[in-house]
Each structure stands twice: as structure tokens, then as C-alpha cells.
């Protein structure tokens, strides 16, 4: 088990599950109060189609052991990748990583995005800066989801670049997985 901090500075009790999904093996980890963070552990190309490798729960403490934020997130991610359409109808897991815990730009980002932008849709850079009230701040958009602890509940792969290209994702070294879950969305 890992270990994370409170928000009062004390240690969280982290529990984590592994799924696999049509991008690799995917990462929930957590404590009581919520969600940490979320890591895609890529092992080459994503699936041609969701339905060429169904998620299933693998490598993990027995789900009794888990934590009801990070089983939550396992059945949010499961549903997603099942037909992402439902998933808007479904509640976010609460969330308690440090980050997403603090009155910060980067944190309203993520929150803006999260609540505004649905399943199929898609936000510029520019237009996400807007939305946070900052015009002028399209970088510390990208700086945001980069830092994004929670991908794919925080729907970074849906910010594009005001050309419409996809933009970068996971550092550059994820930029196939975008194209992957933008397509999975639109079908």
C-alpha cells in the first residue's frame, strides 16, 4: 500500500486496483476520502475497438480492501470504456489529491473541465482559459493537463488546440491514446 497526505497533514490509507483496458493496464489509487490519482500503464498500442479487450479488474487487493472511492472510480472507468455515453449520467468519484484539494488556477481548470465538457465533445486551449475566466492564460491551460492526477475521470484528452488538432497527451508519449479515446467517444 502506498501513502498519501490529508489535507491536515496526516497520513491517508491507500488502497489501489490495476484494470485492464483497451489502453493497458490502468492504474485507481486512494484513500477513504477519495481518489489520488490515476496512471495509464501503456504496453504498446491501445485496442483497435473497446470491445477487442475488455476491462476487467486484475493485480489488486481484494475489492473488499479497496476503498469505496477507488472501486467507485474502477466502475466509472469500467462503464466508460463498456459505452462512454453513460458516464455522464454516472457521479465522479470524489477526489482528494492534494492538487485538486487547493483554490489554484490549476485546480479550477480541472474542475471547469470535469464539469463542462461532456462524453464526444471537445475545448480548445484558448476557449478552456476562457471558460476559467483567463483569456490570456492558454499556457497554464496545458500546464494544467499535464498535471491532471486523474485522467480520463478529468477528461484532459478532450482539450485540442484551436486548429483542431488533438494536442499533446501524457507528456507527448500519449498523443495515440487521445486520438484512441476521442474516437472511442464519437462512436
Known sequence: MESGLSEKGGEC???????????????????ELGVHGIQILTEGPPAKRASDAPLARVMCESLEEVTTPVREAADWLMAYFDDPRTVDKLPLPVFHHPLLQKETFTSRVLQTLAREVKVGETVSYKRLAEMTGNINAVQAVGGAMKRNPVPLLIPCHR????????????????????????????Q
Open 159 to 186: 482539450v485540442i488546440t484551436s486548429s483542431g488538432q488533438s494536442g499533446s497527451y501524457m507528456g507527448g508519449k500519449g498523443n495515440h491514446l487521445k486520438e484512441w479515446l476521442l474516437s472511442h467517444e464519437r
Open 13 to 31: 490509507g491507500m488502497t489501489a486496483v490495476t484494470l485492464r483496458s483497451p489502453l493497458g493496464r490502468i492504474r485507481v489509487a486512494g484513500c
